[in-house]
Structures are given as C-alpha cells and as structure tokens.
C-alpha cells in the first residue's frame, strides 16, 4: 500500500537524519573555514596593512584574539549555512526517493 505509516515514519526518521547531518555538517565547515575567511576579507579590505595572510593572522589574533578578531562574523555565517546545508541534505533524500519510483 502506498504511503502506508511506518513508510512515513521511516521517511521521517532519514529526513531527520540528513537534516541533523546537513546542520553539523555546515557547524563544521564554518567553525574550520571562519579564521581564514575572516583573513582574507581583512587582506582585501586593507591590502596595505598586511605584509602576508600569516602576518595579517597573527597581527588580528594579538590584537583581537580569538573570538572577536578571527571569529568576527561567525553568527551569521553559522545561520546561513545551517539554513541552506539542512535543506539541501533533507530534499536530497526526496530527490533520491523520487527518482527510484
């Protein structure tokens, strides 16, 4: 029968699945990626602060430190990219489940 509803809740269950492993997924991503990015948008903004990305790292981590110097703008970034990553991982698994009928 179809659209019985233990198919349901098993569909459920793996949307849940790739839900959480799309929102951890892109936690990760920007936790790893967010000093560099922020170094990078530094090095553009002011090309003639830095001599070099290391330079330019160890300057705004001893001025600023951790958190507000190289985790500057994190937030947001953390929202965005939970937000799309979800919702790509959840309608994947649609996508897979469509095309298979």
Known sequence: M???GS???????????DFTAGSLGALAMVYVSQPLDTVKVKMQTFPKLYTSMIN????TFKRDGIY???YAGT????VANVAENSVLFA?????IHLKNK
């Open 75 to 78: 937030i947001p970034a953390v």
């Open 68 to 70: 507000r110097g190289l």
């Open 91 to 95: 309608g994947k698994l649609k996508l």
């Open 2 to 4: 179809h659209g019985s």
């Open 7 to 17: 198919e349901k809740a098993h569909g459920f269950k793996d949307g849940a699945i």
């Open 56 to 59: 330019c790292f160890i300057t």
